[in-house]
């Protein structure tokens, strides 16, 4: 079982609300009142390690470095919310986490806003909540202000999370698609796929030779490692629903660049691969939730492998692509078998309610 | 009609995605790819008045004018969507808006997170995304950056919309219950419980005499005048869910406070009155969305009242009751017929999804 590792190495804290007596959410969890102050103070303020437990019930005020500040939201709404590698709550801080980190933030605060499904064990959001804890923890973030509503039965599906993200800007330069130039490289992390197929394998009891287990992790200290090198980063972006196609195209239409990826140089793992092979998916258009392409002048792609390869989430890190012009608004690919196709985004979703 | 309001005097910009091609929202449109952007470019942006489309694909980056920063979140789950005086669209601007001008703080800066249930009407996401726009407009804070999910049918109810809020904080003393000392005044700046018995109403097809319209509205501006007015605000309080009754009580519970009302001093409307009698509701347990309590020395009060009384939304306002001292965390109200009885907050919610 991987989702132990959530919890920190297993040992689970017993869930602090009774639960001979609520052993599910009731709608009356969700009204403002008494019912509503007990979850707070018994499943979040503890699982979240907040100090300041008033902070949750209202705004909470921050004291920053400085005024050059990031903000950014996610929702989530994975089925199911436990998988292999994490669960709704690990995502739910990493997905915010790292959309900070690629505007060059320290990520710093999150804020949880739940709408929880009436009938939800009391337990499973015990659970999530003690994910989230832990995940905050291991980014540097805290968790500083929150919200909880309860729809009813089939009005919702378990839990839905939003998080937003405050962080402060570290880079002196705007890492934006506008700053990508003909012969930047493009990097990548490490191997890709494995959140979506984590999640795909667990929904669909699909079993496969080997286990796959997200890649969900938190990629701010990384990005910041990079920035304080001084690496002159142009473009960065996290391969989250749509995968690394999406989101090479959304840069390459933004910037108005050619971007050329190298197939056989992008990371995939055997089983990732032989699941994909085996349902008819590209693990191009999977999404990740670890991992990210940087735009960076070509000069210091020895350094930047360097610093990525000194990371946990960077260890399978390579050069996957070159940007060869500033027109084109195009991402092509250079196949396993040598041959070049256009790489397009797919309009809809390959699997739904991924993150 | 009161809808019509949120649209600027009933002039509805037509929805600039094709109806006849998507009528509805599709899985598709939560996906990542070329349907997201087209919901992003096509309904978001246009609604939001946003000139960096940019930002709403990813995070966003501020510049504040000082780093004292307030940060809040709210989910809204309101049924129904549409409902006389606003739509989820305001009260999702509004509601928090209102909690970071509860922080002394100038509202600046929301996201928005959407969940989407697939299915949902095209043209109800325009409207409530014009509504967004148009109360941020109103309260002077721009939407900067969001994001949008889809789930299937029957794992949502139209549509859940996240806000989370970043304000600049200006107010120098700190604005919290400890603060609370005995022989300050209550003041609250309005009749109370229209916003609930006008979602009860719409839900419910209920038709009073006179129609309820919601008093959804934001209070930055009146909460900064009072700041800058240099008055000495000991504390402030929204009465969303749970109304008069629970935040009181929060309020007490939080100071160790003993809080007196004084239930003939508690503006409520007669509409609002007649249609509580008639429900076996009572009006100090109902949801407001434009209403808040101040506690402030008592020397300020009338300053306070002349502050309150020029704002639309303060209009109303009168002292309604008193601090006796600094132990008991209690609320009394002294009641129409002169008894004195112990006000309790509830434990679930007397109208669930209010907001």
């Known amino acids: 079982m991987t989702e132990k590792n959530v919890y920190g190495g297993g040992i689970t804290p017993s869930c602090p609300v009774p639960l001979t007596e609520y052993p599910h959410v009731l709608l009356a969890h969700g009204g403002g009142g008494t019912m509503s102050r007990m979850l707070i103070e018994n499943i979040f303020v503890p699982a979240f390690g907040n100090d300041s437990p008033a902070a949750l019930h209202d705004g909470a005020v921050l004291d920053l470095e400085n005024n050059n500040i990031a903000l950014t939201t ?3 709404v994975v089925r199911p ?3 292999p590698g994490g669960d709704i709550g690990t995502l739910a801080v990493n997905g915010t986490v790292n959309d900070l980190a690629m505007c060059g933030a320290r990520p710093r605060f999150l804020s949880a806003g739940f ?5 939800l064990l009391m337990e499973s959001l015990w659970r999530v909540a003690l994910s989230m804890g832990a995940a905050a923890d291991a980014a540097g973030v805290r968790i500083i202000t929150g919200d909880t509503k309860v729809v009813e039965r089939g009005k919702g599906d378990q839990i839905y999370i939003n998080t937003a993200g405050v962080g402060v800007i570290e880079c002196a330069q705007s890492i934006t698609p506008s700053r990508i130039r003909p012969g930047d490289v493009v990097i990548i992390n490490g191997d890709i796929g494995r959140h979506g197929m984590a999640v795909l394998a667990k929904r669909e009891g ?3 030779e080997s286990a796959i287990t997200s890649d969900c992790a938190p990629l701010g200290d990384v990005v910041l ?4 090198a001084g690496i002159d980063i142009h473009c960065l972006r996290d391969l989250t629903r749509g995968g690394l196609a999406a989101a090479a195209n959304e840069i390459a239409a933004a910037a108005g660049a050619h971007i050329i990826l190298d197939e056989r140089s992008i990371p995939v793992s055997n089983p990732v691969r032989a ?3 085996m349902l008819g998916l590209d693990p191009l258009h999977v999404a990740n939730e670890g ?3 940087a735009f960076i002048p070509k000069k210091d792609s020895d350094r930047v492998l360097e610093i990525l390869h000194a990371h946990p989430v960077g260890i399978n890190a390579a050069v996957m692509g070159t940007v060869t012009d500033n027109q084109g608004g195009l991402v092509t690919l250079r196949t396993l078998v040598g041959t070049q196709v256009i790489l397009e985004t797919q309009s809809g979703e390959q699997l739904p309610r991924i993150c």
Chains 1, 2 share one sequence.
């Open 115 to 119: 709408v929880l499904e009436e009938g």
């Open 275 to 277: 699941a994909c092979e």
């Open 225 to 228: 490692d990079m920035v304080h």
């Open 206 to 208: 699909l079993h496969f």
């Open 74 to 76: 996610d929702s989530f």
């Open 81 to 83: 919310i436990f998988f």
């Open 291 to 293: 991992r990210f392409i």
